[in-house]
């Protein structure tokens, strides 16, 4: 049952809803950073997947690893981002960024 | 090996100047010195671009077929090439960048140009995906560059956010499809999905989610909400940059993407016609359009700070440009290309006009713009004129940019298409006939002169040349964009 | 040089003052107003020399075309079948447009320099000129393009360069309200313009004239559609030209600097919808020439009447230029070609005329307007008064002056219309009525405003004669109005004739005619040696190319008087005679002997007065039939939609304008043309604001409306 495409399809898709939920639903940017990881992961799972199951070539596999280098990037440029939010607004709720608006 | 690199000669020089950049960086601070260099960076490349690699006409595919370099890339790196320059020489000039800034805001715009090279030649998911968050991270610090400003630092965040959101759903279609087909190549993909008894559900929400990556990149609905709070929040020549290089990418990456996988050479009766008839792609994309044009327009309408209009204004463009790519034959290549060509002179003008108000005035409400007409004729003339262009009046470029779509939505018979986009310029028309009200029509109420330095009176001249020059001596430019689309077509 | 290259440094000249002027006008000394007078000055000199080289080839097929692409889509398109779009831009030089050139830089170079004495010292003095020579500019475009797509171009340049003329004086409501107002009202023809534009672009894919003119020669373009092809670009001219209903905006352009008001809306810009109508006279079939008669005649009559009862010395005249433009209109309508653009050039000179006579009687009073306080000038200003008499007797059609000899011709021409359709004798009446009002009511302008005791001591004691720049404008234009200049051995009705259209294969070219006044023999041998053979007019087959060589071309044919036309033509020269002195006697008998009493007329025929001093309650009515609806809708419209949305704010701001709709009765103008932009706008704009509450700066939001909208088409599309 483990050695089966969509099984992981299945858990990919449920880690891609939980990722969006959490981007869509907390308030803390870093939990939003996490969604985002989740749904990164979901499609990385997605690509070793198919890579393994269904193709005979490492396409999929070399992508996931892309995905985790541009992952790491993104998180460091998302902290010092967030950083800097913190040190002019005091608070990282992503609901009191809405001075820019209409 | 080396014949490969000859290939890729004006990323190498982009990639030089970046470095030589950062290293005159750390010990010089002199802008002229450094605009030089980008400069010369910029000219390298251009030369490269033009002469390098075995000419302008020459394609070919390298690095196991995920880069290809062909007319079509070449236009748009050309394209790219401009906002680059200027954006350079605007944020050395902002009030809003500090002078400490001045070389980090050189080195992120090279960056992100060096991005949007190698997005607009990708052939392959891998690279597309790679080039796409190179250019997206490059953008989340521009726009926060401002660092102890609150609305810059607010602007960031958003922007990562949405980015990386969609970037993500983009990334889990692209996935679906690697599932799907096998393979990450484009050709290889548009083979497989040709034989591929699809199910149309499944290839509707992965094109959709992939559109969605791209529709974020050019501010399409359904993913353009940050534009607006992303362009008034971000310092102007940030903004400047943002809303013409990316885009210009994002619509090089959108026809290679579903040019190459959707659309066969198929042709009927003269007219290239999708393959994947039955997804009704077209339809998806026309009424895309029509809503991004609709939704820019009219939320443009109740704006009082200029740089937020022109943001709104930057998404309807972005709807008409659509247009054509609802046509995706010849006709509505050439004119996504010719209007790119266009958008991006009048747009660096109408913004670099809104910064050199805001210098003056810290800000870029539309109550600054009262009598600047009088009292600097030639920023009143210029910022006319690519108001005008904007507008789409003749005899500017934008005239013929707006008929080259039109024309070839109508001849593909969608005419109601082309009777909304003509509602939309109508609508358009009040909100710029706004900003010209206040250049000519208003008194300040405050007395103030207003002197332009040499440079950017230079600046100036050139947009509202190059602004003009498309309007009216069109031929050699369409040429160029038939010659640079007759690649892709075939 | 020859007459193309001529004719383009002719347009290009006031750009580049324009340009010059509103870059750097200000810090030249004078406020460099010598730039646009030089540049209108050379103008002018060189389109009399294409006058000059007209006359000497005295050849009524003069037409030299040259023609530039400016894009082709079509052209490098590896793909035959695509839809072959090209345009042109050209230039057309012919008899008619020659002239008009003429006379654009005629009147505009001498309200150049009529400006420097009447604007000076004015805030702006500098823009004034910039917007003067982009006027010019447009104008001059508008004259020489040879294809309707420039021409609309021009044509809406012209509009907002009279816009800003209008409005020049902005911080006046009352200009400010009336430039919108021109501007809105001229909009609503425009718009018939670009549809009848688009109806000829569609059916034939080409909007040159010649082209035009060519698909009608073969047949296209009758019947009902072209008739409705026609009457839609008519719409353009009636806006432009001020014809009845649209003619509202006129008076009301009064409110502009008088040397805009004898520019642009009396001698040139209003008569570019003449100018239309002339240069696509064959375009139009036989019914929309039949409106256009009605609609002109009506006007001359309608406009004429209003004229009577003004008391605004501008106003009158605007009331009276409606009326002569109406009388133009209703010359090409009924097929009388020649006389209606002969009356256009006549009347450009006496009413520009009579217009900088207003303008220097209005300066000379500190600015009074009222006819009832003027009086007794003649004395003060003789000049001003003997070219004020002479534009005068112009337009009321006394012989030996210019008005004579077009209106006299136009008259004629309705009558023998008349002869051959006598169910539409109403045609004529029309004309002579509308001439008779005119003698009528010039002279009690005249009469009001020269003659008689000075009614207001005080003005008059301060009135002088104006200064030389100001009245050797006036006496040109005086001179210009004379009879003799037009008479001489006819070479008006030579030059210009009435274009036949009839469909003849290319071989049957009609010879030009080769006759010409005895001064211009000697030169005519000599230029036709210089002139460029490219240049001659034969040569515009060249230009179609050899392959259209068997398709039937456009020719003209000289038309012959019949018996009819003699007849009318006696008739309306006695008859236009006798009723323009029996006018001026019975102006003569109102206003200077008192014999009869004006107030106790008014005073009789109280009911008649009111409707002709309310100008027919046109304005009332088109309050209350267009935008008193139009508000109501639109504040249904928004209290409906919005109530749920927008703040109550704005919903109280709607009621108060409804309420305040309700009860307004008072004039048109001003605040209901805001009122009733306002509200569309307001429609618009909530739309927008909706639009913009969506954004409500939540980036969670923003994604949130993104998955469900992608959500909404997945559906959508999975369910088609």
């Not at chain 3, 000394?29 to 060189?46: E, K």
Request: net charge neutral; charged share 15%.
């Amino acid at each position: 049952m483990i050695n089966n495409l969509y099984f992981f399809l299945t858990i990919s898709a449920l880690l891609f809803s939980l990722g969006i939920t959490a981007i869509f639903y907390r308030k803390n940017i870093i939990a939003i950073l996490i969604g985002v990881e989740l749904v990164l992961n979901a499609a990385s799972l997605n690509f070793v997947a198919f890579s393994r199951f269904t193709q005979s070539h490492l396409h999929g596999q070399v992508f996931a690893l892309f995905i985790i280098i541009i992952a790491a990037a993104e998180a460091a440029v998302a902290l010092a981002i967030v950083l800097r939010l913190f040190q002019t607004k005091e608070t990282i709720d992503v609901e009191e960024a809405n001075a820019l608006r209409n | 090996m080396l014949e490969t690199l000859s290939f890729i000669l004006p990323e190498l020089s982009l990639t030089l100047t970046l470095c030589t950049l950062l290293l005159v960086g750390l010990k010089f601070k002199n802008k002229f010195l450094l605009y030089s260099l980008v400069k010369m960076g910029v000219l390298a490349t251009f030369i490269f671009l033009v002469w390098g690699g075995g000419g302008y006409l020459n394609s070919v595919s390298i690095f196991s077929n995920s880069l290809s370099i062909d007319p079509l890339s070449r236009f748009f790196k050309i394209l790219i090439l401009f906002p680059t320059l200027f954006c350079s020489w605007f944020a050395l000039n902002s009030y809003e960048l500090h002078e400490k800034s001045h070389i980090e805001a050189l080195l992120l715009i090279l960056g992100s140009t060096l991005g949007m090279f190698f997005l607009v030649s990708s052939s392959d998911l891998l690279m597309i995906y790679l080039s796409l968050e190179t250019v997206s991270i490059f953008s989340y610090v521009l726009a926060g560059i401002r660092k102890k400003h609150a609305l810059s630092n607010e602007a960031s965040v958003k922007y990562m956010i949405f980015g990386t959101f969609v970037s993500g759903g983009m990334l889990y279609g692209l996935s679906l499809l690697y599932g799907m087909t096998g393979s990450l190549n484009l050709l290889d993909i548009a083979t497989q999905l040709k034989d591929y008894n699809t199910h149309d559900f499944s290839l509707l929400f992965i094109s959709l989610l992939i559109f969605g990556g791209f529709a974020y990149k050019i501010s399409a609905v359904p993913f353009h909400m940050w534009t607006p709070d992303v362009y008034e929040g971000a310092p102007t020549p940030i903004t400047t940059f943002f809303s013409t290089a990316p885009k210009v990418a994002g619509f090089a990456v959108l026809i290679r993407f579903f040019y190459v996988v959707f659309s066969t050479q198929m042709t009927e009766g003269g007219v290239t016609i999708w393959a994947t008839t039955d997804l009704h792609w077209p339809e998806i994309v026309a009424l895309l359009s029509a809503i991004t044009m609709t939704v820019g327009n009219f939320a443009a309408l109740s704006q009082t700070n200029v740089k937020r209009l022109l943001a709104y204004s930057t998404i309807a463009h972005s709807g008409y440009i659509l247009m054509g790519f609802v046509v995706l034959g010849v006709e509505g290549l050439e004119a996504v290309l010719f209007y790119t060509l266009v958008y991006i002179f009048m747009k660096l003008g109408a913004f670099f006009v809104t910064q050199c108000v805001g210098n003056k005035f810290k800000n870029e409400e539309l109550s600054s713009f009262k009598e600047i007409g009088w009292k600097s004729p030639l920023l009143g003339i210029s910022m006319t004129l690519f108001l005008f262009a904007l507008i789409g009046l003749p005899p500017t470029s934008g005239f013929i940019g707006k008929f080259y779509l039109f024309n070839a939505a109508l001849h593909k018979g969608l005419l109601w298409l082309v009777i909304v986009a003509i509602f939309n310029s109508v609508v358009s028309l009040y909100y710029y006939a706004k900003i010209l009200k206040a250049l000519y029509l208003e008194k300040s109420e405050k007395e103030f002169s207003f002197t332009l330095n040499f440079f950017d009176s230079y600046v100036l001249v050139f947009l509202s040349v190059a602004v003009m020059l498309l309007g009216i001596y069109v031929e050699p430019f369409i040429h160029w964009v038939k010659a640079s689309v007759y690649f892709i077509v075939g | 040089m020859d007459m193309i290259k001529l004719s383009l440094l002719i347009v290009t000249l006031p750009l580049i003052a324009f340009t010059i002027q509103i870059l750097v006008g200000k810090r030249l000394p004078r406020d460099g107003d010598f730039i646009s007078l030089a540049s209108i000055f050379v103008s002018w000199i060189l389109s009399l020399k294409l006058l000059w080289n007209a006359f000497s080839l005295y050849d009524p097929q003069l037409k030299i075309t040259k023609e530039w692409l400016w894009f082709d889509l079509a052209r490098f398109s590896s793909d035959l079948d695509i839809f072959a779009l090209k345009l042109p831009v050209g230039i057309l030089l012919d008899n008619v447009s020659i002239l008009m050139l003429v006379v654009v830089t005629t009147v505009s170079f001498l309200v150049h320099f009529y400006s420097i004495g009447y604007m000076k010292g004015d805030a702006h003095y500098s823009r004034f000129f910039a917007y003067l020579s982009l006027f010019s500019f447009s104008m001059l475009g508008l004259v020489l393009t040879d294809n309707l797509f420039v021409l609309y171009i021009f044509w809406e340049l012209v509009g907002v360069c009279s816009y800003l003329l209008i409005g020049f004086w902005f911080e006046k409501r009352s200009a400010a309200n009336a430039c919108k107002k021109a501007f809105l009202t001229t909009r609503v023809g425009d718009i018939g313009l670009f549809i009848g534009i688009m109806m000829v672009f569609t059916t034939l894919g080409s909007v040159s004239y010649s082209s035009i003119f060519e698909a009608k020669a073969s047949g296209l373009f009758s019947g009902v559609f072209g008739t409705i092809a026609g009457l839609c670009i008519f719409m353009g001219a009636v806006g432009k030209s001020a014809q009845f209903p649209l003619h509202i905006w006129l008076p009301d352009a009064m409110e502009g600097p008088t040397p805009v008001s004898a520019l642009i809306h009396a001698a040139t810009m209003v008569a570019a919808g003449v100018y239309l109508v002339v240069r696509l006279f064959v375009f139009f079939t036989p019914d929309a020439l039949l409106t256009i008669a009605y609609v002109g005649g009506f006007t001359a009559l309608f406009a004429a009447t209003m004229a009577l009862t003004h008391q605004d010395i501008k106003k009158v005249l605007a009331y009276s230029t409606v009326s002569q433009l109406g009388l133009m209109m209703l010359a090409l309508g009924v097929g009388a070609y020649t006389a209606g653009f002969f009356h256009l050039v006549t009347h450009a000179s006496f009413k520009a005329c009579l217009f900088l006579v207003s303008g220097s009687v209005i300066h000379a009073l500190h600015g009074e307007q009222n006819l009832f306080k003027m009086g007794g000038l003649r004395k003060k200003m003789p000049l001003t008064f003997g070219t004020c008499l002479i534009a005068t007797l112009a337009i009321a059609g006394v012989p030996l002056f210019s008005g004579f000899v077009s209106k006299d011709q136009i008259l004629a021409g309705t009558l023998s219309f008349a002869y051959n359709h006598p169910p539409h004798s109403l045609l004529a009446f029309f004309g002579f009525g509308a001439s008779a009002l005119t003698a009528f009511y010039m002279f009690r302008l005249l009469f009001l405003t020269f003659f008689g005791k000075p009614r207001d001591e005080k003005l008059y004691s301060h009135a002088h004669e104006s200064s030389f720049v100001i009245t050797l404008p006036l006496i040109i234009l005086a001179i210009l109005s004379l009879g003799f200049i037009y008479e001489k051995q006819n070479w008006f009705e030579h030059l210009i004739q009435k274009p036949q259209l009839i469909a003849i294969k290319s071989s049957v070219v009609v010879a030009p005619n080769s006759e010409t006044l005895p001064i211009f023999k000697k030169i005519k041998e000599k230029t036709k040696e210089n002139v460029d053979p490219s240049a001659t007019p034969q040569d515009d087959r060249e230009v179609l190319g050899d392959d259209v060589k068997d398709q039937p071309q456009v020719a003209y044919v000289e038309p012959h008087k019949t018996e009819n036309e003699k007849k009318a033509h006696t008739q309306a020269m006695v008859a236009s005679v006798f009723f323009a002195f029996f006018s001026i006697f019975l102006a003569w008998l109102f206003y200077i002997q008192r014999v009869i009493d004006p107030e106790k007329v008014s005073e009789k025929y109280k009911s008649v007065y009111n409707t002709l001093v309310n100008l027919y309650w046109i304005d009332e009515a088109y309050q209350f039939l267009f935008i008193g609806p139009l508000i109501k809708i639109n504040n249904f419209l928004y209290k409906k939609i919005d109530s749920e949305i927008i703040d109550q704010g704005f919903i109280d701001r709607s009621a108060l304008i409804t309420v305040k709709t309700a009860h307004a009765q008072g004039d048109f103008d001003n605040t209901v043309i805001d009122r009733g932009v306002d509200g569309t706008a307001h429609t618009v704009f909530s739309g927008g604001l909706k639009l913009v509450r969506i954004q409500t700066g939540q980036v969670q939001d923003y994604l949130k409306i993104g998955l469900g909208l992608v959500i909404i088409l997945l559906i959508a599309f999975i369910l088609m």
